[in-house]
C-alpha cells in the first residue's frame, strides 16, 4: 500500500460510522442499533469476562476467518453470560438503541428497555451481532497482527520483571 492510498484510522473510522446500523421493532416502534465504540466493546468484554467466556471469543476474532461462526460465538457467549453481568448487559442495550425522536414513543422504548421481553432482548442482540461481527473480526485481525509485532517485546518485558 503505498502513503498515497493508504487509510488512516480515522478515516476508517469514518466509514465504520456511515455504515447502516441495524434496525429493531421494539413495542410497535422501529428503533436503530447504534455502532458499538470503545465503551461499549469494553462492557461486552467486562460482560463476557464475568461468564468466563471471553477466551473462545477473542480467540475466534483473532483467529478466526469466518464472520458468521463469530456471530454466533458472540451471541451464544452474551446469552450465557446475561445471568452474570445483568446490569451491564441491560445498560449495554439500553445505550445501543436510539430511542424514537417522537417523545410518546421514546417513554414506551424507554420502559421496556427497563426490563426488556426475552423477545425484545434476543432481538436486540441479533441485530447487534449481526451489526459488529465482521468489524469485530476485522479488529480481531489488526490486533493479531500488532501482537505478531509486540509480543514478544511484550513476553520480555514480562520475564524481565518476574526474574526480579
Known amino acids: 500500500m ?3 492510498t493508504a487509510v488512516t484510522p480515522t478515516e476508517e473510522l469514518d466509514e ?3 455504515t447502516p446500523s441495524g434496525k429493531v421493532t421494539i413495542e410497535g416502534h422501529e428503533c436503530e442499533i447504534r455502532r458499538i465504540r470503545t465503551r461499549e466493546v469494553f462492557t461486552v468484554m467486562k460482560i463476557l469476562t464475568a461468564a468466563n467466556q471471553t477466551g473462545q471469543i477473542i480467540s475466534s476474532a483473532l483467529d478466526g476467518e469466518d464472520e458468521e ?20 448487559f441491560i445498560g449495554l442495550l439500553s445505550r445501543l438503541v436510539e430511542h424514537p425522536a417522537d417523545p410518546e414513543a421514546a417513554v414506551i422504548v424507554l420502559a421496556e428497555l427497563e ?13 447487534i451481532v449481526e451489526q459488529e461481527a465482521g468489524e469485530l473480526l476485522r ?3 489488526q490486533a493479531r497482527s ?17 526474574q526480579e
Open 2 to 4: 503505498t502513503a498515497e
Open 16 to 18: 465504520i460510522d456511515k
Open 69 to 88: 461462526e463469530l456471530g454466533q460465538e458472540l451471541m451464544a457467549g452474551l446469552i450465557v453470560a446475561i445471568p452474570y453481568a445483568e446490569d451491564e
Open 115 to 127: 426490563n426488556p421481553s426475552l423477545e425484545t432482548t434476543m432481538l436486540i442482540v441479533q441485530a
Open 139 to 141: 479488529l480481531g485481525k
Open 146 to 162: 500488532w501482537w505478531e509485532i509486540a509480543g514478544p517485546k511484550v513476553r520480555q518485558q514480562t520475564d524481565d520483571t518476574d
